[in-house]
Structure formats: C-alpha cells, structure tokens
C-alpha cells in the first residue's frame, strides 16, 4: 500500500514570506501524487496533482510543487505566503483498492498553516 | 454544477440513535467514497463503492453501513451511534482512475452526546 507522510502539523509565516509544507511518500510504484486545501468549516478543494509528467507541478492561487524521486518527496510552495492562504493542506497519494481495479486516495495526517502579519 | 452534495451539515446525536448521511453526486462518477476526519489523523476511509450495487469496506467499517442502489446516491448509515464516531465526515466521489483527483462535498459535521 502507498502511504504519505507530512513533516510539521503546524506551520506559522509572516505574509510575503516563503511557504513550505513537506510531503514525503513511500510507494512500491511510481506514484501519482495530490496536494489538497481546506478552508475553515469547508470541503477539500484540489491544488495540483502530479501524474508522472512535469515534476514540477502548477496549481491553483500560486502554489506548485516538485516531485523528487531521489529524496521521495512532493514539498508544497508558494513564494509568498498571503493571509488566505491560511488553511489546512493535505498531501495524498493514489492507492490502488482491491474492489473494482480502481484507486483512493490515502491522506496525510494534515498540515495547518497560519500566516500572521 | 453542483458536484458533490451532503445533508446534514451539522446533527448532533444521542447515544444509541442511529441517522443516515447522505451523499449524491451529478458528475456521473462511478467511484464513491466515505470519508471520516478527526484532528491531526487526516482522512480515513471508511467504505467506497465502484459502482451502483458495489460497495466494500475500508480502513474503518465499524459502526457504518452504506448502500449504492443509484449512481449519484451514496448514503452512510450510522446504526447505534457511539462517541468515538463524533467526527467530521466527507463524501467524494472520482473516476477511479490512479491519475484522477476526488471532488469532496463540504462535510457533515457530527456530535455523538
């Protein structure tokens, strides 16, 4: 089975500074790999998805990610961190069920992000 | 495009009772998946089905029932609620595929008193 891990349940930033939440995943595959954000009191909302294209990713509000296979990482950044980005972000990887030859996503325990002023 | 909807969002319960979630999805996705989150533990999956008439367990089935007469409907049934299943739960649904993310519902939030 995959599995995820992520470094730090909590992480505090100044706005403008460097956002960085680390994700390392174990997978006797090649893995396809998420990150995931949630609001307060919301949904989760997909980031950025690696597919075993680019290994550096793009998503949505700025963020992207890096694949690394060497150090079995997908760490989560953003240049400059804004007070929306506070949030919870998840990191999850695609696990295959034995039900049906499809997938589910296993998650990480969570990463809190606050940004303070 | 409504995607994944989930009703309740709030319910509290008394110990013993028992309620159903309800999940339905209008993205014609085949995949669906239970959900539950408690702090710090990240989402566990508690049953998911493959198709209308398909449903397995997952990593946490105790205490749960669920059902997939249609393809949009995936309620979870909670029979003889305890405290241990106050937490917050999700519904999502996907293609199924290993490159194909989950579209999530905006959660139930359940006390267990």
């Known amino acids: 089975a995959q599995s995820v891990t992520q470094l730090g349940s909590h992480v505090s930033v100044s706005e403008g500074a460097l956002v960085l939440l680390r994700c390392n995943y174990s997978?006797?595959?090649?893995?396809?790999l998420f990150w995931y954000v949630q609001y307060p009191n919301q949904g989760l909302q997909l980031l950025l998805k690696?597919?075993?294209?680019?290994?550096l990713v793009k998503g949505i509000n700025g963020f992207e990610a890096e694949f690394k296979k060497s150090e079995t990482s997908f760490h989560l950044t953003k240049p400059s961190a804004h007070m929306s980005d506070a949030a919870e972000y998840f990191c999850?990887?695609?696990?295959?069920?034995?039900?049906?030859?499809?997938?589910?996503?296993?998650f990480g325990t969570g990463t809190q992000l606050k940004v303070e002023l | 495009n409504a995607g994944v909807t989930q009703t309740p969002k709030f319910r509290i319960l008394k110990i013993g009772q028992s309620m159903t979630l309800q999940c339905t999805q209008d993205?014609?996705?085949?995949?669906m998946y239970w959900y539950r989150q408690d702090p710090g533990m990240g989402l566990k999956l508690i049953y998911y089905?493959?198709?209308?008439?398909?449903?397995d367990k997952g990593e946490v089935p105790n205490g749960y029932n669920v059902s997939r007469s249609t393809t949009e409907d995936f309620p979870l049934r909670l029979e003889l609620a305890a405290p241990s299943q106050t937490s917050v739960y999700f519904c999502?649904?996907?293609?199924?595929?290993?490159?194909?993310?989950?579209?999530f519902g905006q959660g139930t939030r359940l006390t267990v008193v």
């Open positions: 089905s493959v198709g209308a008439g398909i449903t």
């Open positions: 997978s006797s595959v090649p893995p396809y």
């Open positions: 690696y597919t075993s294209a680019a290994t």
């Open positions: 999502a649904s996907s293609y199924g595929s290993r490159n194909t993310e989950a579209f």
């Open positions: 999850a990887v695609s696990d295959r069920i034995l039900t049906g030859g499809g997938n589910k996503l296993t």
């Open positions: 993205m014609n996705h085949n995949y």
